[in-house]
């Protein structure tokens, strides 16, 4: 059988987080997963929620999270094919993660930029006189 990719780091120290990052961090991987939190979805489904995502790239990403157990890719035989993709238990278990990484983002990244702190020393010099 295979070994999946975060099967193969020789995981020394610190590892478990680059183990982790590398599992999660493609270009659209966080997005897919995000969306996929909040249930089922076809694969023309997650392309729309993902503006400036390729076709062949979409499909690459979920490849790689289905080889790495953390979705499931659910093929009905029918015309026309309907494929869809869902948490598995184990990328069900990213959600405290990913949501952790939601907050962090809004009150980091998103947040409102704060003055320069030489504006800041300048305010109160000339607030003081």
């Known amino acids: 059988m295979a070994r999946t990719r975060h099967e193969r780091f020789d ?9 982790t990052l590398a599992l999660i961090g493609g270009k659209w991987k966080g997005v897919i997963l ?4 909040h ?5 023309n489904e997650i392309r729309r929620r993902l503006s400036g995502v390729t076709q062949r790239m979409l499909t690459n990403q979920l490849r790689e999270l289905e ?8 093929v009905y035989p029918q015309v026309p094919p309907k ?4 948490l598995s238990e184990h990328g069900r278990s990213l959600e405290p993660v990913i949501l952790a990484l939601k907050a962090w983002g809004e009150a980091n990244v998103l947040a409102p ?4 702190v030489s ?3 300048e305010s109160m010099t000339s ?3």
């Open 119 to 121: 504006s800041i020393k």
């Open 39 to 43: 249930g089922t979805m076809r694969f």
């Open 127 to 129: 607030a003081a006189a």
């Open 34 to 37: 995000w969306h996929l939190l």
């Open 67 to 74: 080889a790495d157990g953390l979705i499931i890719r659910t």
């Open 11 to 19: 995981c020394s120290g610190g590892c478990p987080v680059e183990a």
């Open 113 to 116: 930029a704060l003055p320069p």
């Open 83 to 86: 494929v869809e993709y869902c």
